[in-house]
């Protein structure tokens, strides 16, 4: 992973968010910057409540100028929605009302199949101190609420544009297993390479007379066996036990590597 | 949902969030909250920059005192894992070695699976400015890392928790389709709720002559009916639409409901 981060891909597009009468430049730019994070880039303030541009917004962005530059602000939420087709409301509370309530996946998952079919669709997030109002709401098609702890349920705006976000993000892959990185090798290792691995260490540990009694090898091996196989070791892994296993076995404190005096030598 | 916040569940337990090195008192009180957020309670702080306890700490955790309160301080990482049995590090980026490298979904799970099963399981979260080093990395069993924007990949350390803590809120869900509340009436109305809204409509359009010529009458009620039933309307919206075209049909404009002068004696 070398390289600035000018050289990697930047993902844009995605869900218009619309922030609603959003109040202190630290959440708006924190908002910029968990969009960002996740691959949004269109931001809508509605009637921000200390003007725009605004300089702690970009220094709470974190450098998603990008989102910041972009800004667009409204007087109206009706304006901020007007050229959207399927908008949701962000809620952490019961509503009265008949839109669907969602949860974050399917939203997202609903988001996805509508935008990659050519509709606009827009998320929107409520004032800091109160939520989205009754009639915020009424211009959505349908809600989105998170699962959270009943008793400690209120979510910062920023917060709750990071997960809806994530999980815009999360459409892209393809199972929900993928990782953006893997390990150096995940694949385990041949039983070919594991029996070398016992092979090598039995071998070592019966020349130093390890399997005692003769009558308890057998079983002795089993369970060595056992401790080296529970866990599906990588190639690599191996290749690092074996090294192990070679250094222990070839040289020792006394005469360690290097000094010309294998301790095979001195027994 | 009236009430206090006193009166609902407060969810606690779950995976013990170890943050190295924390910097900034506001972050950790951030951290706290997202936690609180989502049923999480066990904090460890290892040599936090600025001491403890930390009134920005508090401050920023919005009365996630629960969280604060019970945090707990270590000097190393190693005396801050000494109990527990398995640990994810999260990290934005590749590292050598042999980790396994997880999905958020997948640790989630992999850490509720261990939790019910009496393991004590934890979640390493990095230093504000570094991330985990190698070092804090090694200590660790697997690795889980974000699918975020490649140029724009750097999670805040509240951002990383918070999505880790609602990973994990997630495993408590029975569906993904779960959500903490729903709407007044999500079930649609039964086919005789809607055959009743088309007689009640058609009846009224047809006594002010709408289906004209008649010739194209059976085309219109099938294109009426077909934007009627496109979306399935529960048994409450049919009763408020019943309840418009009661309105529109029985009154004007001149004569509205109340002034005991009906429309229909007016033609």
């Given at each position: 992973?070398?390289?600035?981060?000018?050289?990697?891909e930047?993902i844009?597009?995605?869900?218009?968010?619309?922030l609603?009468?959003?109040?202190?430049?630290e959440?708006?730019?924190?908002?910029a910057?968990a969009?960002?994070n996740f691959g949004?880039?269109e931001?809508?303030l509605v009637?921000?409540?200390d003007g725009?541009?605004s300089?702690?917004?970009?220094?709470?962005a974190?450098?998603?100028?990008?989102?910041?530059d972009?800004?667009?602000i409204y007087?109206?939420l009706?304006?901020?929605?007007?050229d959207?087709n399927?908008v949701?409301?962000?809620?952490?509370?019961?509503r009265d009302?008949?839109?669907p309530?969602r949860?974050p996946?399917?939203?997202a998952?609903?988001l996805?199949?509508?935008y990659?079919?050519g509709?606009?669709?827009?998320?929107l997030?409520g004032?800091?101190?109160s939520?989205?109002?009754?009639e915020?709401?009424?211009?959505?098609?349908e809600?989105?609420?998170f699962?959270v702890?009943p008793?400690?349920?209120s979510?910062?705006i920023?917060?709750?544009?990071?997960?809806?976000s994530?999980?815009w993000?999360?459409?892209?892959m393809?199972?929900?297993?993928e990782?953006?990185?893997q390990?150096v090798?995940?694949t385990?290792a041949t039983?070919?390479?594991?029996?070398?691995l016992?092979d090598h260490?039995e071998?070592?540990l019966?020349?130093?007379g390890?399997?005692?009694?003769a009558?308890?090898k057998?079983?002795?091996?089993?369970?060595?066996?056992?401790v080296?196989?529970?866990?599906a070791f990588?190639?690599p892994?191996?290749?690092?036990m074996?090294?192990?296993i070679?250094?222990?076995d070839?040289?020792?404190?006394k005469h360690?590597?290097?000094?010309g005096?294998p301790?095979?030598?001195?027994d």
């Open positions: 992973m070398s390289g600035t981060n000018s050289e990697r930047l844009t597009g995605g869900p218009v968010v619309v609603v009468e959003p109040q202190l430049g959440n708006i730019g924190m908002v910057r969009m960002a949004l880039s931001l809508r009637a921000p409540r725009w541009p300089d702690k917004a970009r220094a709470a974190s450098k998603a100028d990008h989102v910041i972009g800004a667009v007087e109206t009706e304006a901020a929605l007007a959207l399927f949701y409301a962000t809620t952490a509370r019961v009302g008949f839109k309530v949860s996946i399917v939203a998952e609903t996805r199949a509508k990659d079919a509709e606009k669709v827009g998320i997030f004032r800091e101190k939520g989205l109002s009754n915020d709401v009424a211009l959505a098609d809600v989105v609420t699962p702890n008793a400690f349920a979510l910062n920023a917060q709750a544009v990071l997960l809806m994530y999980e993000m999360k459409t892209t393809a199972s929900k297993d990782t953006p990185f390990a090798d995940q385990p039983k070919d390479q594991l029996f070398g016992f260490l071998e070592a019966d020349a130093r390890f399997f005692r009694p009558a308890k057998p079983k002795m091996i089993d369970n060595l066996r056992a080296l196989s529970r866990r990588t190639a892994e191996i290749k690092v074996r090294g192990i070679s250094s222990l070839r040289f020792s404190r360690p590597r290097g000094t005096n301790d095979d030598f001195d």
